[in-house]
C-alpha cells in the first residue's frame, strides 16, 4: 500500500465511487487528504460505516457549512504573540513548529491551517518562538503541537526538545500527536531518544476507536513507554465513530490495557464542514455518565469543550449532585442513577 494523498487513489483504492469524484476534489482543493498504509489497512472497503474511513475519507459532507462554523474555531490566531506560539493559559504554550500531519482527519479543528503546504517554522521563526518562551517565566510547560510534532525528523525535534530542555523555568514539556497510531513505524529508537530530556516529557496520543490500535501501533507506544514516557491520550467524540457505550467503553479498556492514560474526550469543534461529526453535548453527558462504573477510574476521560473564540477548555461531564438542601444535606446520585442524603459541612 501507498499514501493516499488524493480523491482519485481513494477510487483505486475502493474508498470512494467514481460518481462522487467531482465533488471530492472540491473537497480536497480545500483541505488536505493524507491516509497512511497503517490506517487504509485498518479501513473495511466494503463498510459503508467504516470508522476509519469516516475519520479520514473525505466526504461530500464536508461541502455543507454552517453559519455557526468558523475557519479558527477555537481563537488560536489571537492568542498568537509570536508566530508558532499559541498562549492562551498563563502557565503554558503551544508551539507548532510544522503544519504538516501523517493523516488528516475531516474533522480536524485546524484543517484551514494543516496540510502539506502548511508553513513550518524556519530556523530564525523558531529561535523567535523559543526566546518568547524564555523570556516569559510564567510559563511551566510547553506543548508540542502542529501539525504533528513527531512528523518532524529526529534530529529537528530532539533540537527542539534539548532547547526546551534548557529552558530553566519549564517544567514539562508535552508532545500532541497521531504518530503512534497513523505511522507506527516512525516511532522508532532514534525518534524515542530525540524525545528523552532531563524535563518531565508527556506524549499525548490522538486515538478514536478501538481498531486504530493494532499490534504495531501498540508496540509503537510500548516503545515510549518503556523509555519512561508517560502516554496519555485525547479522544473526538464523532458521531459514527465513537458514540456510543459499547465502543467508547472498548477504546478506553484498549487505551489503559496498553499503559495509556485517559485524557480528555474532546466534543467536537466548529470547525468548516464538521457538522455531520457533531453530537449534542446532553449525548455526550449520558455517554460519559454510561461510563461512570462500567468502567475502572482508570479509563474515565474528562468530557471537554472548547469555547469558541478562545476562551479556552470547560469540562462539560455530568454532575452528580442533584439538590442542596436546607437542612444542610446534599443528595448525589451514584452510577447506578440512586440517590443518596450526603451530610455536608457548611461555610468552609
Keep these: 500500500m501507498k499514501r493516499i494523498s488524493d480523491p ?9 465511487p467514481a ?59 489571537a492568542y498568537s504573540p509570536v508566530k508558532g506560539i499559541t498562549h492562551r493559559y498563563p502557565d503554558r504554550v503551544l508551539l507548532k513548529p510544522t503544519h504538516t500531519c501523517a493523516v488528516y482527519c475531516r474533522f480536524c479543528f485546524r484543517r484551514e491551517a494543516v496540510g502539506p503546504g502548511g508553513e513550518s517554522l524556519s530556523p530564525a521563526e523558531l529561535d523567535a518562538a523559543l526566546a518568547y518562551i524564555s523570556r516569559d517565566e510564567r510559563i511551566w510547560e510547553v506543548i508540542l503541537s502542529g501539525g504533528d510534532p513527531l512528523i518532524l525528523s529526529p534530529r529537528r525535534l530532539g533540537e527542539i526538545v534539548r532547547r526546551l530542555d534548557a529552558i530553566g523555568h519549564l517544567g514539562v514539556i508535552r508532545v500532541h500527536t497521531r504518530v503512534p497510531a497513523a505511522e507506527p513505524e516512525r516511532v522508532d529508537a532514534e525518534l524515542v531518544a530525540a524525545l528523552r530530556a532531563n524535563k518531565a516529557v508527556w506524549i499525548v496520543l490522538h486515538a478514536n476507536h478501538a481498531r486504530e490500535l493494532d499490534e504495531p501501533t501498540r508496540a509503537a507506544v510500548a516503545r515510549l513507554v518503556d523509555a519512561g514516557l508517560p502516554v496519555l491520550a485525547q479522544t473526538v467524540l464523532l458521531a459514527g465513530v465513537n458514540d456510543d457505550p459499547a465502543t467508547l467503553e472498548a477504546l478506553l479498556r484498549a487505551l489503559v490495557a496498553m499503559r495509556v492514560k485517559p485524557y480528555y474526550l474532546h466534543h467536537a469543534d466548529l470547525a468548516p464542514g464538521t457538522g455531520h461529526f457533531r453530537s449534542s453535548i446532553a449525548a455526550g453527558q449520558a455517554l460519559v455518565r454510561g461510563l461512570r462504573g462500567r468502567v475502572s477510574g482508570l479509563c474515565q476521560p474528562s468530557y471537554v469543550l472548547d469555547v469558541p473564540g478562545g476562551a479556552g477548555k470547560i469540562p462539560i461531564g455530568p454532575s452528580y449532585l442533584r439538590e442542596s438542601l436546607a437542612d444542610g444535606k446534599t443528595v448525589v446520585e451514584d452510577w447506578q442513577g440512586k440517590l443518596h442524603l450526603y451530610p455536608d459541612v457548611e461555610g468552609r
Design 8 to 16: 482519485d487513489q481513494l477510487a483505486e483504492a475502493g474508498l470512494v
Design 19 to 77: 460518481e462522487k469524484l467531482e465533488a471530492l476534489h472540491r473537497v480536497a482543493s480545500r483541505w488536505a487528504v493524507s491516509i497512511t498504509p497503517a490506517m487504509q489497512a485498518r479501513i473495511d472497503p466494503a463498510d459503508p460505516a467504516d470508522p476509519i474511513a469516516r475519520q479520514l475519507v473525505p466526504s461530500v459532507a464536508e461541502l455543507a457549512i454552517a453559519s455557526d462554523e468558523r475557519e479558527d474555531p477555537i481563537g488560536d490566531a
